[in-house]
Each structure stands twice: as structure tokens, then as C-alpha cells.
């Protein structure tokens, strides 16, 4: 029972005390004057939220009243003997702040609000879903049944009787059957496999015989080993003998052949002892090597003699191309003339001058004369013009003559000088000659020196020549040669009678190595023969052990694989029945679950039905409908159904607002009293909406008379004055300046 609820600026509340009590308690005011509020923070303080704030149509801000920071919401209430008591505070910008649920006077719960929330779910055994759906009927939310689509409804009652996780469970629990039957079908394939099992001994027994077969050939197998090792050893011994005595047979005949050579070339014996063919060896090569010495140096004496008679020649030719001229008296018969003619020469140059100058002197002498004032310019004495003219006259002939004079000797100077050069050339061209002749001298004193050279080298070449015929005693230096190759070979019997001693010895010693070596084809063949044959019998026991392992190995796959078989078939049969069980059981429980689901339902409808009848007779105040019922429709889910002259009619579609009204009235309140039952408690905010007058009086009279045992406490929000009627226990008329935003006040209690 709810004992209390006190608000502190809760929407229009500033402050504000309900005391309720057992039995209908009416809350009655105009609009707006904070009734709602009330259940509103009612919800609240139980649940943390109420549904505007759930749908969000609000923030949690909203509730706190204008102009304040923090909302306080107190309830009081008792359940199962005990007294609770929650505090919800609300903070501006921050939520819920604290939370708060005592017992008694102790606090169980603080200050978180969901933890308070869910301890008030537990002490109630009421969920806030089932709360809002069956015990709180907010404002304009009566007809919240029918406002549920159509095929949708059983869905919903389902879950506010907490059955629908039957289907679920039932839905699951049909998929899990059917995964057990494909495994059950799975394990009951295996047996097809029961016969192959059968197989497992004789395999067995197969591998145990081939396992025998194959030691008894392993132990033959070391054996033949071991012999065939043996014999290898000894082939291995034969076998170098072998290479020892064809290598000594090989030698020796090699060394016949070689005897027999040397033999052959004994046959002619030379008739000089050794030692003679040595000696003469000796000094036939030093004659060859002398000889060729003296061979080369007159060679070399030869070529130089060539040249010396080369330049001789040249030389001869020279001094022939000059011929012997005696230029000394001539000469000196030439300088003589030349001395001549330039005495000739200074003379005529000398009269030349003279007669030149006595010319000058007429000539100034005579202009004097042209000059003169009646004096002789020579003498002083007077002299008259025709004088001085005669005079001048005797003077101009005088140098006329002279100059005659003077062109000859002009004439006889280049004659003579014309001379002098001829002559000069001539000197010129036997002083030249007589350089020639100079140079022929030196040619001859150089030709005769060449002449003495030639006759020197001659000497030499001929003493060369006589030394060479001394020391080849008239035999050539080819011929020499010859003859120590003869020598050469005459001394080889020599040598090939040592080599014969030797090979012969050589020989004895190969022979004596021969005889010691022991060595026999028909023992070695006999030895191979036998190797052969032991490797033949172990080839054939080992391909037959491999495949013996074969076998096994095949045999040993084969009886893994049977295990293998086995265990699954042996494991499958266990799972079978297994299986077989727990379908059984989950069958069982489908059934059970289908069932169970279908007598709470049953019950449920049942329950409602009941309690609908019982309510509309009290409600409803007229008698064209009697009854009221949930029905099934066709398609199995719920519709409110009115009954009419024996006749169910659907109340949606037909009905008029004001029987629709009362139908959901009544359907909230069946359904607070079936579905509520341990809480029973009812809210109705304005549940008069639609109906007339005379509805109204009837709901007063039955909220008044008619819940005693059937709803613990009821509490009614309305506008409507008549409804106070209804109160049997606590009555608030509630009322604010709303022009001035007032705080509600209580006008009554
Ligand atoms: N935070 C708030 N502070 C102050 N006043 C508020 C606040 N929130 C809402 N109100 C006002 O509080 C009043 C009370 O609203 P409420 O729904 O409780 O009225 P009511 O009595 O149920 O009216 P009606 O009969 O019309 O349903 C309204 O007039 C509303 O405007
Ligand atoms: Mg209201």
C-alpha cells in the first residue's frame, strides 16, 4: 500500500504532502493544476522514469519546477508487512543525482538509481513494463489495449504474462530435435560398417605370418652377408696379385724385345778399340771448330778488303776525271800584264786631270777678261776690249783643243781598264784550276795510302787461307763433319754392349720377382663365381623382405583404419541411444512448454473474462450490452468483444466512444486485478473521457463499492467534481495561480 508521496518543485509542486490510504483515493482539480504530476513522480520514485520521460517527450530538466535547480521526490509504502521508504533527487544539468531505498530506518540501497530501481523490482515482484501496462493507466492511455495493432496483441499479453519465452524455448528447443535427428541419422549410417570389423583378426593373424617370414630371411640374409664379405676380401687380395704378375709379365717381355735389339745392333764389330774412336772424335770436332773459326774471321777479312777496293776505285776514278795542268807560268805572265796595264792606266787617268784642271783655269780666265776694266787680270797691264776678246779667243782654242784631248784619253782609259778585267778573269779561272789540281794531289797521296791498306789485308787473307789448309789437311769442314758422325755411330756398339749387360740383368731380376708372385686365373674365377651366387640368393631375400614390409605395413593400415571404424561405430551405437533419450525428453518438453503455454493462457483469458463480466455489470450503466469479454478472432489473437442478446460484437468499429471507453475502463481494471494481483494497485488519470453523466455516477458507484477484495487501493485522477464520490479513502482538490505560474496547493484533504 502506498502510504505517502511528497514532492519538492516537481513540475508545478513546490512542495506538496499525499497521505493515501487503503480503498479509492481521488485526486480532483481543473487542468493544469499538477494532478497528472503527481502519479507522474508516483512512477517515478518506484521506477527511475515514467513514460513521457521513457519516450522521451521530456528531458529529466523538465520536471524540476522553474526557477529551481533540484526535484525531490518521497514515497512511502508497505509491502508485506514492511515499510519502505524511496528519495529520488533530481539536479539541473546533472540527472538524477541520488537514490535512496530504506526498510525501516535503514537504508538497503544508495545512491545509485538503478541499483534502488531494481531492489524496488524485486520487493514489488513488478517489472516497470508491467507496471505502466497493468497498474498505471496514464492520461489519454485507457484505450492503450485496442491501440495495439490486430495480430499483435496475443504477442503482448504474452509478454506481460512472461510466457512468450516459452516460445522461444519452444522454438529453440523443435530446432535442437531436429539437429538430433540428422546426427542421430549420421551415427545410425556407421553400421553399415559392422561387417568390414569382422575382418580385424584375420588380419591380424596375417601380420603375426609375415612378420615370422621376414625375421627367418633376416638372420639368412647376415648370414650370406658375412660370406659374401668374405669372399670379397679374397677376390679383393686376388685381384692385386693379378695386377702385380701381368705387370711383370709385361715388363719382361718388354725387355726381351729390347734385347733382341740391342742384339741385332752388336752383329758388326768396328775394328778401333773405344778408346781410338774417342780420341779421333776428339779431334775431329776441335778441327771443325778451329776450322770454322778461320772460316769466319776470312769472311770478315774478305768483306773488308771488298770495300778497301771499292774506295780505291773510287778514288782512281776521281783523280782521272781531272786532268794534269801546269797554270803557275801563265800565270805569272798574266800579273805581269795586268801591272802593266794599270801603270797605263794611272798614267792616262793622271793626264786626264791635269788637262781638266788647265781647262778650269782657261775658263775662269776667261771671265775675267770679260770682265776686266782695261787690265790685265794677269799682269796689270792695259788692255783694251778688243785685246781682252783675242785673248779670250786664244784661251777658247786652247781648251778646245784640250778637250779633244781630253776624249781620247777618256777613250784609252776604258780601253785598258776593259783590259785589266779580262785579264783579271783569266786570273780567276786559273786560280781555280789550280785548286782543282790541288785537290787531284791529295786524291793521289789517299789512293796510294788505300793502295798500301788493300795489300795489307791481302797479306792477312793469304796467311789465313795457308793456316786453314794446314789444319784441314786438304779436307772440307762438311767432310770433317761426316766423319765424326761415323765415329759417333762406331762408338754406339760400345755403348750397346754395356746396355746389354744391363737389360740382361734387369731381365734375371724381373724373372726372379715373377716366380715369387702366387697368382691363379682358375682360383680367381672360382672365387668370382661365388660371389656372384651369394649376391644373387640376397638380392632375391631382400626384394622379398621389402615387400613382406609392404605387406605388414598395408596389413597395419588396414587394422588402424578398422580400429579406427570401430571405436566410431562403437561410439555412435553409445551416442544412439544417447540421442534416442534426449530427443524423447526434448519432445516431452516441447509439449510441455506448447502446453503449459496454453493453460496459462487459457487461465489467463479465463481470469479476465471473469473479472470483465464482473466489472461491466458495475460500470456500465445501461442494459442493451450485458456482458464483456476477450474473445479469440480468427486468426487466434484477442479482440474485445460485448455481448448484445446472446451475440459477441467486436467492440471496435461498432462501439461508441463512450461504450469503447468503458470497455478499456474495464479491461485496465480486469487486467490490474488479474495481472497485479500480489500488488493491487490501480491509477487511473482521468478515466471519464467519453463518458456521459450517467456512466460517470455508475464508475463513482463502483470504484466506491465495487473493488473491495478484488483491488487493494485505487488511486482516480480527475477534473470531474462528481467523481469524488468515488473516494473511500484519502480526497485532494488540488488548484494554482496559473496566470501567475503558482505552485499547486491542496485545498482540501
Ligand atoms: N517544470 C515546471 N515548472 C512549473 N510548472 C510546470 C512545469 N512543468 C509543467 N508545468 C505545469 O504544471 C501544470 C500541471 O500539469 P499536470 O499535467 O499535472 O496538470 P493536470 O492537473 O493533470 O491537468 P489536466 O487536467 O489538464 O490533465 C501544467 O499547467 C504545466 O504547464
Ligand atoms: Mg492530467
Redesign the pocket.
Known amino acids: 500500500m502506498i502510504k505517502r508521496l511528497e514532492l519538492e518543485?516537481?513540475?508545478?509542486h513546490a512542495r506538496t504532502v499525499f497521505d493515501f490510504k487503503k480503498g479509492t483515493n481521488v485526486i480532483v482539480?481543473?487542468?493544469?493544476?499538477?494532478?497528472?504530476?503527481?502519479m507522474?513522480a508516483l512512477c517515478y520514485a518506484l521506477y527511475g522514469t515514467y513514460p513521457s520521460l521513457q519516450q522521451k517527450k521530456l528531458k529529466l530538466d523538465?520536471?524540476?519546477?522553474?526557477?529551481?535547480n533540484k526535484a525531490k521526490v518521497l514515497l512511502l509504502f508497505e509491502k508485506d508487512g514492511d515499510e519502505y521508504q524511496i528519495k529520488r533527487i533530481i539536479e539541473r544539468g546533472k540527472g538524477n543525482t541520488y537514490s535512496e531505498l530504506k526498510k525501516g530506518s535503514t537504508i538497503i540501497e544508495a545512491p545509485q538509481t538503478k541499483r534502488v530501481t531494481e531492489n524496488i523490482v524485486k520487493i514489488l515482484g513488478m517489472s516497470y513494463d508491467m507496471f505502466t501496462k497493468a497498474v498505471y493507466s496514464e492520461?489519454n492511455n485507457l484505450e492503450y489495449f485496442l491501440d495495439i495493432p490486430k495480430g499483435k496483441r496475443r504477442e503482448k499479453i504474452d509478454e506481460l504474462l512472461n510466457i512468450n519465452k516459452f516460445e522461444v524455448a519452444r522454438k529453440n528447443l523443435n530446432v535442437l530435435i531436429r539437429n538430433l535427428k540428422v546426427k542421430k541419422e549420421s551415427r545410425r549410417e556407421l553400421e553399415k560398417y559392422s561387417e568390414d570389423l569382422e575382418k580385424i583378426p584375420k588380419i591380424k593373424n596375417e601380420i603375426m605370418e609375415l612378420k615370422n617370414r621376414f625375421e627367418q630371411n633376416e638372420k639368412q640374409i647376415s648370414e650370406l652377408q658375412l660370406k659374401l664379405n668374405e669372399h670379397k676380401k679374397k677376390q679383393e687380395e686376388i685381384s692385386l696379385n693379378r695386377e702385380l704378375y701381368e705387370r711383370l709379365k709385361d715388363a719382361i717381355s718388354n725387355k726381351q724385345g729390347a734385347l733382341e735389339a740391342i742384339r741385332e745392333r752388336l752383329r758388326e764389330k768396328p775394328e778401333k778399340s773405344e778408346e781410338e774412336l774417342r780420341k779421333e772424335v776428339q779431334e775431329v770436332e776441335e778441327a771443325v771448330k778451329q776450322l770454322e773459326e778461320l772460316k769466319a774471321e776470312l769472311k770478315g777479312k774478305m768483306e773488308v778488303r771488298k770495300k778497301a777496293e771499292l774506295k780505291k776505285f773510287e778514288l782512281k776514278s776521281e783523280i782521272e776525271r781531272i786532268p794534269s795542268i801546269d797554270v803557275d807560268a801563265e800565270l805569272e805572265e798574266l800579273k805581269k800584264e795586268i801591272s802593266v796595264v794599270e801603270k797605263e792606266i794611272a798614267e792616262l787617268e793622271s793626264s786626264y786631270v791635269l788637262l781638266s784642271k788647265e781647262n778650269s783655269e782657261l775658263e775662269e780666265n776667261i771671265q775675267k777678261l770679260m770682265h776686266a776694266e782695261e787690265k790685265c787680270p794677269v799682269c796689270g797691264a792695259e788692255l783694251s776690249v778688243e785685246k781682252a776678246n783675242e785673248l779670250a779667243k786664244e784661251k777658247r782654242k786652247r781648251i778646245e783643243e784640250n778637250e779633244g784631248r781630253l776624249k781620247e784619253i777618256k777613250v784609252k782609259i776604258e780601253v785598258a781598264k776593259d783590259k785589266r778585267k779580262s785579264l783579271e778573269k783569266k786570273v780567276n779561272d786559273l786560280e781555280q784550276e789550280r785548286r782543282r789540281q790541288d785537290k787531284k794531289e791529295l786524291l793521289v797521296k789517299q789512293l796510294a795510302e788505300a793502295e798500301e791498306e788493300l795489300s795489307g789485308y791481302e797479306t792477312e787473307i793469304q796467311k789465313l787461307k795457308q793456316e786453314f789448309n794446314v789444319i784441314s789437311k786438304g779436307r772440307g769442314i762438311e767432310e770433317l763433319k761426316e766423319r765424326r758422325e761415323s765415329l759417333v755411330k762406331a762408338l754406339e756398339f760400345y755403348e750397346n754392349q754395356k746396355m746389354l749387360i744391363k737389360t740382361e740383368n734387369e731381365l734375371r731380376q724381373l724373372n726372379d720377382e715373377l716366380k715369387k708372385v702366387k697368382y691363379s686365373k682358375e682360383v680367381e674365377e672360382e672365387v668370382y663365381n661365388k660371389i656372384k651366387e651369394l649376391e644373387t640368393k640376397l638380392t632375391a631375400l631382400n626384394v622379398e623382405n621389402s615387400s613382406l614390409v609392404k605387406q605388414i605395413e598395408d596389413r597395419k593400415e588396414m587394422l588402424q583404419e578398422l580400429e579406427k571404424i570401430r571405436k566410431e561405430v562403437e561410439k555412435g551405437r553409445e551416442e544412439l541411444s544417447f540421442l534416442d533419450e534426449m530427443i524423447e525428453s526434448f519432445d516431452i518438453l516441447s509439449n510441455v512448454l506448447s502446453k503449459t503455454q496454453g493453460i496459462i493462457r487459457e487461465k489467463f483469458t479465463n481470469e479476465t473474462n471473469e473479472a470483465l463480466k464482473h466489472f461491466w455489470k458495475k460500470i456500465y450503466p445501461y442494459a442493451d450490452f450485458t456482458s464483456l469479454r476477450l474473445g479469440i478472432d480468427d486468426a487466434g489473437d484477442y479482440i474485445l468483444q460485448l455481448e448484445r442478446n446472446g451475440e459477441w460484437i467486436n467492440v471496435e468499429g461498432i462501439s461508441s466512444g463512450g461504450e469503447r471507453t468503458t470497455a478499456c475502463l474495464c479491461l485496465r481494471i480486469a487486467l490490474a486485478s488479474v495481472l497485479a494481483g500480489n500488488l493491487s494497485w490501480l491509477v487511473l488519470?482521468?478515466p471519464t473521457h467519453n463518458l456521459d453523466r450517467q456512466a460517470i455516477r455508475e464508475l463513482a458507484q463502483t470504484l466506491r463499492e465495487g473493488f473491495s477484495g478484488l483491488v487493494e487501493q485505487i488511486f482516480v485522477?480527475?477534473?470531474e467534481e462528481e467523481l469524488k464520490e468515488a473516494a473511500t479513502a484519502s480526497l485532494y482538490m488540488?488548484d494554482?495561480d496559473?496566470e501567475e505560474?503558482g505552485?499547486?496547493k491542496i485545498l482540501l484533504d
Open positions: 518543485n516537481w513540475r508545478s482539480g481543473r487542468m493544469g493544476a499538477g494532478k497528472s504530476s503527481a507522474d523538465d520536471v524540476i519546477r522553474y526557477g529551481e492520461q488519470d482521468e485522477i480527475t477534473h488540488l494554482r496559473k505560474n505552485a499547486t
